[in-house]
């Protein structure tokens, strides 16, 4: 009976572990059913045409987010005609937010004319089965058989502050390696964020 | 008429100038006297190992980082109640250079903190980070508590009293 006990608290731990530390590299990511700003439900299946997604947890609030909207938006220019579009997901829970708010959301999404799904992850679910821990977070998923497989996990590029110095454009030659059916040099990276507001 | 309509410009004039002093002098006195240690990571790294009997407590924030200034107090607390147990606090802000004047150097004199205060500003955050700790994905706040013996980091946010038996633990 204690042996048993043991086992289950040990199973339970170990879920837990999982639970939080969310997708690598080569994992099946799941898809979701989020509300966007014009009010429609969006699933990563909606895309038929899809080769894969650029999916990034962002927020309105977030320095870090603010100072990568731009290049966001230039990465959707750039990747959703060869099927690559960028989906956005806003993590934080606006009670803890309030810049975070639906309103907010579509009022900046209009306001800097985003061509990309701006979600709200608003029971939070889906940011921890990623294991997204901070906005911005970027993964990139590439559609396979099995699902959507995550094949790159991390920053947008190196320079959060001038995006006329930066020097590698991660996420880019992620997909760009995507596209041309070449490994993926780096897998992972780290850049600075804010903690997603619970 | 042109009479009246000179005045109302030389008062527009005047007026301007006055707002304009006004707003500078504010500026002087908000950041006056403090002398700002702005560093890329190598200039951080001799803060994040120590090779003497003290503990440290490195805390990574900044000021437009809501769950960091709630801790902060704490920071403070903890630095004024444990400097007579070789506790040491290191505040490494990461705001943005656009910021140092309008926004840190007022935050630091308001708040009149007392803790160290050390800016990092280096870019390549891919390749700093893991070094402060491998388990860092790079959300901030963030804490780093060490001595010579050992290392601990948590990328979360204290209330004083985790935090304070999280240093606790170091000093047994």
Known sequence: ?198 | MRYIFFLLVLVMVSCKNETKEVLDSSLNTDSKDIDLEIQDFSGIEKYLYTTTDKTYVVNFWATWCAPCIKELPYFEDINKNYSNKNVDVILVSLDFPHVYETKLKPFIRKNNLKSKVVVLNDMDSNSWIPKVHEDWSGAIPATLIFNKNERKFFERAFTYNELEHEIKQFLK
């Open chain 1, 1 to 198: 009976m204690y042996k048993l006990k043991t086992l289950v608290i040990a199973l339970l731990i170990s879920t837990v572990a999982i639970a939080q530390s969310g997708y690598k590299v080569g994992d099946i990511a799941t898809d979701f059913k989020l509300e966007n700003v014009d009010g429609k439900m969006v699933s990563l299946s909606d895309y038929n045409q899809a080769k894969g997604y650029i999916v990034i947890f962002t927020c309105n609030t977030c320095p870090f987010s603010v100072a990568y909207e731009d290049r966001v938006i230039a990465l959707n220019k750039k990747y959703e005609s060869q099927g690559y579009p960028v989906i956005a997901i806003m993590p934080n829970n606006p009670a803890a937010s309030p810049g975070d708010s639906m309103e907010a959301m579509k009022a900046r999404s209009k306001a800097k004319g985003y061509t990309f799904p701006y979600l709200m992850d608003k029971n939070q679910e889906i940011y921890p089965q990623y294991g997204a821990s901070k906005t911005p977070h970027v993964y990139v998923l590439q559609k396979v058989k099995k699902g959507n497989k995550v094949k790159y996990i991390g920053a947008i590029d190196d320079n959060y502050q001038h995006p006329d110095s930066v020097n590698q454009k991660y996420v880019e030659n992620a997909v760009d390696a995507l596209l041309a059916g070449n490994p993926i040099k780096e897998t992972h990276t780290r850049a600075l964020g804010c903690t997603i507001k619970i």
